[in-house]
């Protein structure tokens, strides 16, 4: 296409969602809400699905359908038309026994996918070979800030303290299990076990002493073979900042700090129930900002922006940490595409920092509309 003709059309956005991770629901959930807040009179917005299957569909991009109603978690339409990128940044319809149609130059991907094969770098890869802009981090940050093991290697490197862990890998768990039960024992109970490249708190659980440890590890290995468990901070107050790409090859900025608390309704910790079901809202409480005095605030906003750098973020990411008694300040892990629903932390950060939802979701495509291509 013509820089001519390029510029008598408004950029076009595909928005991409769903995708074949566990989290799946929870991306078509944000990708309503993106999709509502998207200004049509300034862009082309063309909906695209991955099913569960891998199968990458045009979607109808209804809200609605992609919301949780009474329970029941959305899903991508497998039945919907077929699409690929096709050469140019063109995208392609397939329809069987019909000759491909084409939806014109994709101008920017927005990849609204969580977990695996989405925010891990696998999908940032594919569209770094094919020439195509998108939002948020390239294929390292991305990777680094999937992989809770290889995150907290980076983050001490950056003089960031993590919470002591151990990483039970495949082959550990399946020749030697008591070994990495008595590395795990050596951490203190509780401790928290996860999937090490998982999000939407999906597999986490809460482990209080050596006898629930083994059903922990097979919830997380239900997720990732690849298992961490973390060391509970004590007594810990959870902190949450946002962080966004500067423009125009500015520095990158840092949102007001957020604050998580869970109580009551048998939940220990923020669980894919507290999340985002309904009936999690009342046992959760988000303040924004969060009640700190200015110095603590300060230090965990320079961090935040000291562990962005760290992975080589782009675009936007969330920074959790906690705060202990003892008044360290301890990084969690960072988010390179955190929830983005309204009600979500990193949207409350930014709006309370002065960008609205709207106005949040332009920025991110600024951003990525003038983020080169190729080689960097």
Known sequence: MSEYSREQRKPRVAVVFGGRSSEHAISCVTAANVLQAIDRDKYDVVPIGISTSGHW???????????????????????????LFGANRELVVSEPDRVP????????????????WGEDGTIQGLLEMSDIRYVGAGVLASAVGMDKHYMKVVFQAAGLEVTPYVVIRDRDWI???????????????????????????????????????????????????????????????EIEVGVLGGLNGGQPEVSVCGEVAVSGGGHDFYD?????????????????????????AADIRAKALTAFDAIEAEGLARVDFFLDDDGRVIINEINTMPGFTPTSMFPRLWAASGLDYPAL???????????????R
């Open 57 to 83: 569909v045009l979607e109808s991009g209804d809200p609605e359908r992609l919301s949780i109603t009474d329970g029941k978690l959305p899903e991508v339409d497998v039945t919907a038309l077929p699409v």
């Open 101 to 116: 149609s084409t939806l014109g130059e994709v101008d920017v991907v927005f990849p609204l996918l969580h977990g695996p």
């Open 175 to 237: 020749r030697d299990p008591q070994a990495s039960r008595e590395a795990v024992d050596a951490l203190g109970y509780p401790v928290f076990v996860k999937p090490c490249r998982g999000g939407s708190s999906l597999g986490i659980s809460k482990v209080n002493n050596l006898d629930e440890l083994d059903d922990a590890v097979a919830e997380a290995r239900a997720h990732d073979p690849k298992v961490i468990v973390e060391a509970s901070a004590k007594h810990p107050r």
């Open 272 to 296: 894919f129930e507290t999340k985002y079901l309904p009936e999690g809202e009342e046992y959760t409480a988000l303040s924004v900002p969060a009640d700190l005095p200015d110095d603590v």
């Open 361 to 375: 979701v332009d920025r991110l495509l600024t951003l990525a509309m003038t983020r080169p291509t190729g080689l």
